[in-house]
């Protein structure tokens, strides 16, 4: 398919809230930091299947970066973005630059905080949530789209964008999409792309994990949850690639850790392959 004429970036938010009252309705609203993959393809075609309008935004968020973490090497694509995010069905293009969405003096943020930030991600990038709400809620209020779709593979982030929605009254719908996986299974991610050959052949290795882990906990609902994460953790150390910075079984509406399966559990995972930063997880049912 080719494209007959390219979608021209709106660049601005007063831009945006102009050309806004022409726009159809319901509108879906998919979030990206840009490198756009397969995953982030099935974001917005599953906006494209409802929604009228559809707009893609693609902002390197500074603020949910840490001073040690990847934020000058983030893949950034713009043209290529741009052109896939149309062809996946986007009608609109949001690309602020960082001065918009942050002038000088900016010092209101949106904190997250309790029990759904405390560990996980939040505990092993503690500037990422408040990041992440912040600009999320001024997308949220430059856009102001009927829903907004994010991926489950950032399972935290989904949860607390679901908490900062509900408890800030906002007036919008979230929506979630299963990750999106390569053939070998490996979580798509952006950050994939720094990993070496080795690396890459490794990471699989995190997914295949926790597919192990369903079967065991399958074949034996009444097992220790808390001692099978220990030696699931000793075991991707023992692959020299990989580090694990957590894993752990947690209830997958308050993301608190259980030691028992309870029908609702979700097996979350982060680990550096590399000097890359992955994370990944699955919802485990019984059978
Ligand atoms: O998941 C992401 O890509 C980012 O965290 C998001 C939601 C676009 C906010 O910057």
């Known amino acids: 398919m080719t494209l007959s004429s390219p979608l021209v970036p709106i660049k ?20 990206t930091m840009g490198a756009l993959h397969e995953g982030h393809i099935q974001l917005i075609r599953h906006a494209a299947s409802t929604a009228e ?20 090497s983030y893949p950034r694509n713009l043209a290529s973005d741009i052109e896939m995010a149309q062809l996946a069905g986007a009608t609109q293009i949001f690309v602020p630059n960082v001065k918009d969405l942050y002038p000088n003096g900016f010092s209101t943020y949106v904190v997250p905080c ?14 990422l ?6 600009v999320v809620f001024k997308l949220f209020q430059i856009i102001q789209p009927t829903f907004a779709i994010f991926g489950q ?9 679901r908490q900062m929605v509900s408890d800030l009254d906002l007036q919008v719908e979230i929506h979630a999409i299963p990750t999106v996986r390569e053939e070998d299974g490996l979580a798509m991610s952006s950050r994939n792309t720094y990993l070496d050959s080795k690396e890459r052949k490794a990471a699989p290795l995190l997914f295949q994990t926790l597919q192990q882990a369903v079967v065991i906990i399958q074949n034996d609902p009444k097992q220790n949850l808390e001692v099978l994460s220990q030696t699931l953790i000793r075991q991707l150390n023992s692959v020299p690639q990989i580090k694990i910075d957590y894993l752990g079984f947690v209830d997958a509406e308050s993301l608190q850790p259980v030691s028992q399966f309870n029908g609702n ?14 994370i990944d997880n699955l919802l485990i049912q019984t059978k």
């Not at 601005?12 to 979030?31: E, F």
């Not at 593979?153 to 607390?160: A, N, S």
């Not at 559990?265 to 992955?278: D, E, I, P, Q, S």
């Open 12 to 31: 601005t938010p007063r831009d945006l809230r102009s050309l806004k009252k022409n726009w159809g309705n319901p509108s879906g609203l998919v979030p």
């Open 153 to 161: 593979k950032d399972f935290q982030q989904l949860q607390v964008v």
């Open 129 to 134: 949530f408040r990041g992440v709400c912040t």
């Open 114 to 127: 309790g029990p759904l930030v405390e560990r996980w991600e939040g505990k092993s990038r503690p500037y």
């Open 53 to 72: 309008e559809v707009i893609v935004s693609i902002f390197v968020n500074p603020t949910q970066f840490a001073d040690n973490e990847d934020l000058e």
């Open 265 to 278: 559990v979700c097996l979350m995972v982060a680990a550096f392959v590399g000097k890359t930063r992955l």
